[in-house]
């Protein structure tokens, strides 16, 4: 890792990055090889955590990048408990969060810390995170999920609440704000907030720990930073992909819904059970349709319709298979 100022001694780094991967070899060395330049005027210290990766990310990291701090896990731990374990051995005035599959421009790191230390208010700063092929915008900073949020995309009470939407995420928000919550992929936290706040919550495998951080953040009336100003490229879910489609989406619901419990218990009695019943009757549903638009786009020589038809029918009925009871015992 040619370039970086790697902080040692007893000096305490402008910046301690931590990342966390999984399987995901190509696109963490691209990542690890774009720091330098990307944070081109500060002193680093980098924390790869390895979740029992098979493809060999521990060894790339061990041989190409030797200035890392490489800590491998036994088995997959999942995401919050991967960052926790790195994060108790951060130095650095700042900590990032960073996902493997992002590649960082030249001076968007510098650009971040900067904002950060104009910004005291701001306990957590975040970039735009942009797709590297397109260009595209992403989804950087979003209003927090709620009830209705789950009951609207996961459920058969879609057709009805779409009727009046909310949005989903918020494109530009240039000042602290307690209105929504930053997404993990390239999230920079200030030190008196690690020291003052626990670190992610270890009951999320994966998904909605960010979330709910950000959560406690405001909650500790702290307040969060998006900034359009600095950009990180970001594949975005490069991780997930290596896992079965219906053993992430049950991983998805299940933090979801674990998040959710959080606004309240007595709610989450009553809304639970419902949403478990209507998110079923939702996939059986889809299934139905599938089969019927797969036989019609069969009769009618349409193949590629078909085919769409049949990945998703083959998706559904993998999930309800694999993972019913399990769903109802969350």
């Not at 619901?253 to 639970?272: D, F, I, N, P």
Request: positive net charge; contains cysteine; hydrophobic residues 45%.
């Amino acid at each position: 890792m040619r370039g970086l100022r790697v902080g040692q001694g007893e000096g305490v780094p402008d910046l301690s990055v931590v990342i966390v991967s999984y399987n995901v070899q190509r696109y963490l060395a691209a990542c690890l090889e774009s720091l330098p330049a990307g944070a081109d005027d500060l002193s680093v210290e980098v924390f790869v955590v390895d979740n029992a990766s098979p493809d060999g990310s521990a060894e790339l990291v061990a041989r190409r990048f030797p200035d890392v701090r490489l800590l491998v896990n036994a088995e997959n731990l999942g995401f919050a408990r991967a960052v926790n374990r790195a994060l108790a051995l951060t130095r650095g005035r700042y900590a990032l969060l960073l996902d493997p599959d992002t590649v960082v421009p030249a001076g968007a790191l510098t650009q971040l810390v900067k904002m950060a230390d104009r910004s005291p208010e701001a306990a957590l700063v975040g970039p735009a995170l942009h797709d590297p092929a397109s260009g595209e915008l992403q989804p950087s900073f979003r209003p927090f999920p709620s009830w209705r949020t789950a009951f609207s995309h996961y459920t058969l009470a879609k057709p009805v609440l779409r009727l009046w939407p909310s949005p989903r995420w918020q494109p530009v928000v240039d000042r602290p704000t307690t209105d929504g919550w930053l997404i993990g992929a390239c999230l920079l936290i200030r030190r008196d907030l690690l020291n003052a706040i626990d670190g992610l919550d270890e009951q999320y495998f994966l998904f909605c720990e960010d979330t709910d951080y950000c959560r406690r953040v405001i909650r500790a009336k702290r307040r969060l930073l998006y900034t359009h100003e600095t950009s990180v490229f970001h594949h975005e879910g490069k991780s997930a992909e290596q896992e079965r489609p219906s053993a992430m989406r049950l991983v998805a619901l299940q933090s979801l819904l674990h998040y959710l419990e959080g606004e309240g218990r007595g709610k989450a009695r009553v809304l639970k059970p419902l949403f478990k019943i209507l998110f079923l009757a939702n996939v059986l549903s889809q299934c139905l349709e599938s089969t019927l638009k797969l036989a019609a786009y069969a009769l009618m020589a349409r193949r590629e319709q078909a085919a769409k038809h049949r990945r998703r029918l083959k998706r559904n009925a993998d999930f309800l298979r694999r993972f019913t009871f399990r769903f109802l015992a969350l």
